[in-house]
């Protein structure tokens, strides 16, 4: 076991968010029942930029790299349903920030793990559906572990199409239980075990507004319970439930004259934290030939401050407070290209994005950037085979 960790949870935190891009995404459950057996795989590498060493007072500049290989069957399953099973297998190396201390001159610097992290997480999950003709129902399960880390979550969703076909309804509800066991060290008090809960909800309508126009707007909740804080920064102390409410809405057009398609998504996001953000993206579908699409698209994003948080740790400081990057302001821009190319029996998929964050990009003024807000390059590859 590697003494030098992070958050536990951090890895699939930090993979969650690839596993929505378009080249993985093309692997999720569709509205409609499959017609076939569909077989698919993912390479992603993520690879996240080295920290600045002048603005590292002890430890290494090395940041995470994860590489993550998923692996899914998509089956009908008799005349009306289908299942859905996913597995995940991720590898990270890297080092992590333990604490964010501030200089005689007002300068804030890293305290960084001395040795590289090597981790390993499996998740597994799956999904049974079934279909009727007004839309269809799911119930899933799923099962996550890493070294210091275990959890299991479910979710219910329903799907409803009006008699026309026009517009759509869909909701669902989730759970996840999460165990952390961190790792102890010598010398470092650490809590020895803790739990967390977390509930969440949404509902969303969608609808067709022409033959060249959609829409979907939606409505999330989430409430975590529990322990919150991370067991490996030097001081860290969070409150024990978050509470969270976001509003999406989507609108995608085609302009069949250019055999392409316009995507435009919004994010509004907000917690009892304080934390506010925004994120707009944009992505352009072009079909070249039958069989080859690309799609270019940039993403915006932008947050505020949580309430605690703090430029730097400070022994002396009583209550709730943290130097996390996460926590604090700082805007993002992130640009892309996915390529696929498309037969009968089996498909091709290539995405390549490149992120960068800083606290200039945010849409307020920030005074003091935090030194550890992340830059990274991610690039998955993937092969689906349909029989």
């Excluded at 005349?79 to 995940?88: G, Q, Y």
């Amino acid at each position: 076991m590697n003494k030098n960790k992070r958050n536990p949870g951090a890895l699939a935190a930090l993979t969650g968010a690839a596993l929505a891009l378009p080249a993985i995404a093309q692997l999720a459950q569709a509205a409609d029942m499959p017609t076939k057996t569909e077989l698919g795989y993912r390479y992603s590498d993520y690879k996240e930029d080295d920290v600045d060493a002048a603005l590292v007072m002890v430890g290494t500049e090395e940041r995470y790299d994860i590489d993550t290989h998923q692996f899914i069957l998509v089956a009908p399953v008799g005349d009306s349903s289908s299942l859905t099973v996913d597995a995940m297998y991720e590898t990270m190396t890297g080092a992590s920030a333990m604490s964010v201390v501030e200089t005689p001159q007002g300068d804030s610097m890293l305290i960084m793990t001395g040795a590289s992290i090597k981790e390993e997480r499996t998740d597994l999950s799956a999904e049974l559906r079934r279909y009727d003709d007004h839309g269809s129902k799911a119930v899933a399960l799923g099962y996550s572990t890493e070294d210091d880390y275990e959890a299991i979550n479910g979710s219910l969703d329903l799907e409803r199409k009006s008699a026309d076909g026009i517009t759509t309804w869909s909701g669902g509800v989730g759970f996840s239980y999460d165990e952390l066991e961190p790792i102890q060290e010598e010398g470092i008090n650490r809590v020895i075990s803790e739990d967390r809960w977390f509930f969440n909800g949404y509902v969303a309508r969608a609808k067709v507004h022409s033959p060249v126009w959609q829409s979907q707007v939606g409505l999330y909740l989430g409430v975590y319970d529990g322990y919150l804080d991370d067991p490996y920064r030097s001081r860290d102390i969070r409150p024990d439930t978050r509470q969270q409410v976001a509003v999406n809405a989507r609108s995608r057009y085609f302009l069949s004259g250019l055999k392409a398609a316009l995507n435009l998504d919004y994010r509004f996001y907000n917690d009892d934290w304080g934390i506010s953000s925004h994120t707009l993206e944009f992505t352009w579908h072009q079909t070249l030939t039958d069989a080859l699409r690309i799609s270019p698209r940039i993403r915006y994003y932008s947050q505020s401050q949580a309430d605690f948080y703090v430029d730097a740790d400070s022994g002396l400081r009583q209550g709730e407070q943290s130097s996390d990057y996460r926590l604090s302001p700082y805007g993002a821009i992130a640009y892309g290209v996915g390529a696929g190319y498309y037969q009968s029996n089996y498909s091709l998929v290539l995405y390549v994005e490149q992120y960068d964050s800083d606290a200039d990009y945010a849409l307020k003024s920030v005074s003091k950037a935090n030194p550890f807000l992340v830059d990274y390059t991610l690039v998955t590859v993937g092969l689906d085979y349909r029989f």
